[in-house]
């Protein structure tokens, strides 16, 4: 079965340090989206790109938080400098785009759960 | 803004049970409306649902979504353990963005199934 990648599945910090999380979409799909996860908040979404370009990220903090894709098989967030509010369980998802969505569900990863002492 | 939310936010049953669970949603562009079962990771997909009254179904789960009312339901019957899990509710109100699904997610339901 064809799955999302992400790295690390886990990650340690200290508060002010630079966190790069990873993810490697399905081949073939050109929607890539992040996701944050907390108990107070839920499932929020942070940014999404489409043919590696950025559409959204209206639900990301611009000064600290970043999001990339470097090429069609790697897409990155970055938290710099870290604060321990950022501690959370950050999603990849992807999913193809088309003329017709209705049948094309988001795909997601396992998840990297991020703790900033 | 758009919202989502799901009730009840936690249920506890015995294995055999039917339970429903439900989501209604506030949303200014709706376009689909998901659900997704997250056990310990990743949620993973079961419905997408478009039209009013049509239901989807796969095995023992099935679903509903009323336009009119702004909800959805999504039933589980003759439950078992590997259905405890948390059940996400997603609306996709997408506004522009042809071929994208841009997902607001309800609170989840945790749901327990005791043997």
């Known amino acids: 079965d064809a799955r999302v990648t992400q790295t690390p599945r886990d990650k340690v910090t200290e508060m002010g340090q630079e966190v790069t999380m990873r993810c490697q979409p399905i081949?073939?799909?050109?929607?890539v989206f992040w996701y944050r996860q907390t108990m107070m908040q839920g499932l929020e979404l942070l940014a999404y790109?489409?043919?590696?370009?950025?559409?959204?990220d209206s639900g990301m903090p611009k000064d600290r938080f970043s999001a990339e894709m470097p090429d069609a098989t790697l897409a990155t967030l970055k938290i710099q400098p870290s604060e321990p509010r950022d501690s959370a369980v950050y999603f990849c998802?992807?999913?193809?785009?088309?003329?017709?969505?209705?049948?094309?569900?988001?795909?997601f990863g396992d998840g990297t759960r991020l703790s900033i002492l | 803004e758009d919202k989502v939310v799901q009730s009840p936010l936690s249920l506890v049953v015995h294995e055999g049970d039917t339970v429903t669970l439900n989501c209604s949603y506030e949303?200014?562009?709706?376009?689909?409306l998901l659900w997704y079962k997250q056990e310990k990771k990743a949620p993973t997909f079961l419905f997408m649902l478009?039209?009013?009254?049509i239901e989807k179904k796969s095995g023992r789960l099935s679903s509903i979504l009323d336009k009119k009312e702004l909800f959805s339901i999504l039933n589980i019957t003759a439950t078992q353990t590997g259905d405890s899990a948390v059940y996400l509710c997603?609306?996709?109100?997408?506004?522009?963005?042809?071929?994208?699904?841009?997902?607001?997610f309800g609170q989840g339901t945790r749901l327990t199934i005791n043997p």
């Open positions: 998802a992807s999913a193809p785009a088309g003329a017709t969505y209705s049948n094309q569900p988001q795909h």
């Open positions: 949303v200014t562009n709706f376009r689909s």
């Open positions: 081949l073939g799909h050109n929607t």
């Open positions: 790109f489409r043919n590696r370009a950025p559409l959204d």
């Open positions: 478009t039209s009013s009254g």
């Open positions: 997603a609306v996709d109100c997408d506004t522009w963005v042809q071929g994208a699904q841009k997902l607001v």
